[in-house]
């Protein structure tokens, strides 16, 4: 089993930059696939960007954040980050770790609130 700890998130002004962590403890060798997620007000949670740890570490990025929002990992520290530049109000949601495994379990952190506003 995996747990997942995110912190990072705050209030940052149009244009600012935040950057999320991801702690990760348990079966970390267990895990595929690490990524970003997030969910604003009223929609449905969306995919920022992936980490494809079994297919050498590619990576995708929904477009809305392309050339803009960067995700990367320290495998020795086990920590997920998410580097957000160029933030827009849009940006505004509630972001989630999330990892699966090769048994294509899924675990989520407990979320950490991204709030864009001048």
């Known amino acids: 089993q995996v747990q997942l700890v995110e912190s990072g998130g705050g209030l940052v002004q149009p244009g600012g930059s935040l950057r999320l962590s991801c702690a990760a403890s348990?079966?970390?060798?267990?895990?595929?696939?690490v990524g970003w997620y997030r969910q604003a007000p009223g929609k449905e949670r969306e995919l920022v960007a992936i980490i494809r740890i079994s297919v050498g570490g590619i990576t995708t990025y929904a477009d809305s954040v392309k050339g803009r929002f960067t995700i990367s990992r320290d495998i020795p520290k086990n920590t997920l980050y998410l580097q957000m530049n160029s933030l827009t109000p849009e940006d505004t949601a509630v972001y989630y770790c999330?990892?699966?495994?090769?048994?294509?379990?899924?675990?989520w952190g407990q979320g950490t609130q991204v709030t864009v506003s001048s």
């Open positions: 348990g079966s970390i060798s267990s895990v595929n696939v």
């Open positions: 999330k990892a699966v495994n090769r048994w294509g379990i899924t675990t």
